[in-house]
């Protein structure tokens, strides 16, 4: 085939009409144009929003969930720009696509409807920020932490290093603990049961250096100490203490838990267990009438 045969079969090819929208015609070159100038904002997007969450925003000392969202919402911005960028250079009348959108929601809008309350619960997250990146939450019976948001999910790292995606409906129309929110701090109880025939002064001092030998219990606010209930054992004593971060909760029980153990042997103050008594009466004589068998 010939140089100039070859160029205008490709001339030709470019130029085939696909389809007509709104008396516009859509070419095989419309059509690559607009998946390049797609392409080139979704990778525009994504590098702005590196860019901004890398070292940009990191200069003005906001704290992590406010990068996150200000990156988030400049790459969606910039993705939406593109979109409407593409569709006018290649020819596209944006009011021929109203129409179009139009008939159609009325026939898939149903079939829609999680995904546009998910979008806008997206957003609603992101200007809101009821919740952030890095933040400590539990949604659904869920624990675990904020990784990523996502203008209809948002993913969740539970304590056992496992993905779980979220819809963020669940954030908006549900009830959200959010340990994290504000403040790190955390109120930590300790309960544990002390003998009756124990020293309650000991055991109020011995609680009381528990919570003192801890590096990581804050100074302020002070522990307490709590005789909160009579059991059927035991006195049941409460130790509230404050930690430094929710997300170490877990570690700092187990902590204080053994040192209570040490303290408590240290100064030999018994932990009981349950007890039962078991009394056993004597028989009792039942009178009975025996009956003779008849033939």
């Known amino acids: ?27 095989v070159s419309s059509l690559i144009i607009f998946v390049l100038f797609i392409s080139f904002f979704l990778f525009l997007g ?29 790459q969606y911005i910039i993705v939406l720009v593109g979109f409407l960028i593409s569709f006018q250079f290649v020819g596209i009348d944006l009011t021929g696509f109203a129409v179009v959108f139009g008939l159609l ?21 992101m200007f809101e920020r009821p919740i952030t990146v890095g933040d400590r939450v539990e949604v659904a019976g869920i624990e675990g932490d904020i990784i990523e948001i996502n203008i209809r999910s948002t993913k969740v790292r539970t304590l056992n290093n496992i993905s779980i995606i979220v819809p963020n409906t669940e954030f908006v129309s549900n009830n959200v603990v959010n340990y994290s929110h504000g403040d790190p701090t955390f109120r930590l109880d300790i309960d544990v049961g002390v003998s009756y025939s124990s ?15 801890h590096p990581k219990i804050l100074k302020a606010p ?35 838990n053994q040192a209570i153990v040490r303290k408590f042997k240290k100064y030999d103050i018994e932990i009981p267990f349950p007890q039962r008594d078991l009394h056993v009466r004597s028989s009792i004589d039942v009178p009975f009438k025996q009956v003779e068998a008849k033939t």
């Open 105 to 125: 929601s009325v026939g898939i809008g149903f079939g829609l409807q999680n995904i546009t309350a998910n979008f806008i619960s997206g957003l609603i997250v």
């Open 46 to 74: 994504a590098l702005t929003r590196r860019f901004l969450q890398g070292k940009f925003l990191a200069r003005f000392n906001l704290e992590a969930g406010l990068v996150y969202t200000l990156s988030r919402i400049s």
């Open 199 to 213: 020293d309650l002064d000991i055991v109020l001092k011995a609680l009381d250096e528990v919570a003192k030998d």
């Open 1 to 27: 085939m010939e140089p100039d045969e070859l160029l205008s079969y490709l001339g030709d090819f470019l130029t085939l009409e696909i389809f007509n929208l709104q008396g516009t015609p859509v070419t």
């Open 222 to 256: 002070k522990h307490q100490v709590h005789l909160r209930n009579f059991g059927d054992s035991s006195w049941d004593m409460q130790l509230r203490v404050w930690v430094p971060n929710v997300k170490e909760r877990y570690i700092l029980r187990n902590e204080l």
